[in-house]
């Protein structure tokens, strides 16, 4: 019978982990789960107040809750991944605690990994918005569904859905994740590109669905373009610290540039259709955020928490 540590991160949502938490205990699959929180609040401890409510009582499954003193994600993803190393399980699984699994979440992941041998797995993610949201968002990252077809892929990059082999951090140096990207983002695709040097294997698993709430906060063209240029920001941050070739780097400004001498046409094109305008303008913010981590700029996206 496999073993299985879901690891869940948190910051200030004391209401989405505890959501989060009954949905785990939903979950159809005859594997052994133990869930392991990290709260990176070393001052509210509200993370920490969910979980000793829910071991208190009669909840499903082990539990354990740790604090991650260091503010940032990353920080906070290390402290996760040194406790789950310490549990027996074979796999780790990473949710961001604005999230929920459909039921059969890990068993769907389980399945896929057999099949394919698969080191690490991406599995689908859906957007339950707290109010009504306009089709722009369906072009727009981090607002859009995410979906995949099951099988081997060339790699992944994100953490906000993934079921991973412990050996996966087992045999790579610490820190895991970078804490130069701790406030900013972009550690989760820094880590997974070391994996894919390292000769990993990855695989989708679309059937391993989870939802992400997405608070009115969020449904907007706003949100959407500073988090385009967050992510452009990072992207860009990880291509320096990994390519420092000077013929790599000019052919990444030539993209760059050559993106923002396309704006005005692409907008223009798109001016007739309204719900793909946001392409542009995200695309656009994107570029602008490789540009100012070219300048040796960062953005902490992750300063600001959305939701409760």
């Known amino acids: 019978m496999p073993e299985i540590t879901v690891a869940i991160p948190t910051f200030r949502r004391p209401k989405s982990l505890e959501r989060l938490l009954a949905k785990l205990e939903q979950l159809e699959t005859d594997a052994r789960v133990t869930v392991l929180v990290a ?3 070393c001052e509210g401890r509200e993370g920490l107040a969910v979980c000793a409510r829910l071991m ?8 354990f ?52 041998g698969a080191d690490a797995l991406h599995g689908a993610v859906l957007r339950d918005f707290e109010g009504p949201a306009g089709r722009w968002v369906e072009s727009c990252e981090g607002l859009a569904p995410w979906r995949g077809k099951t099988g081997p892929v060339e790699t992944i990059g994100s953490t906000s859905n993934v079921f991973i082999h412990r050996r996966c951090f087992e045999e790579m140096a610490k820190p895991w994740f970078d804490p130069a990207f701790a406030l900013g983002g972009g550690e ?5 590109l070391r994996l894919k040097m390292a000769g990993r294997r990855f695989a989708w698993a679309d059937g391993a669905v989870v939802h992400a709430y997405v ?6 063209l706003g949100w959407a373009l500073k988090r ?12 320096l610290k990994h390519v420092p070739g000077f013929g790599s780097r000019l052919r990444e400004i030539a993209k760059i540039a050559l993106a923002l001498l396309l704006f005005p046409f692409g907008l223009a094109i798109l001016a007739f259709v309204p719900n793909r305008r946001a392409v542009a303008l995200c695309k656009l913010a994107r570029a602008a955020g490789k540009v100012t981590a070219l300048l ?13």
């Open 39 to 41: 709260d990176n609040d």
């Open 188 to 192: 989760d695709c820094d880590y997974f």
């Open 215 to 220: 608070p009115q906060s969020r449904a907007n």
């Open 65 to 116: 809750a740790v604090i991650a003193p260091e503010r940032g994600i990353a920080h906070a993803r290390n402290r996760l991944v040194e406790e789950a190393l310490k549990l027996p399980g074979a796999f780790i699984a990473m949710l961001d605690d604005d999230e929920w699994p459909e039921r059969r979440w890990i068993s769907e992941f389980l399945r896929v990994q057999s099949e394919t």
């Open 228 to 239: 385009a240029y967050s992510v452009g920001n990072s992207d860009f941050r990880i291509f």
């Open 56 to 63: 208190a009582g009669n909840y499903r499954w082990p539990l």
């Open 296 to 308: 040796g700029r960062r953005y902490d996206e992750y300063a600001t928490t959305h939701g409760a």
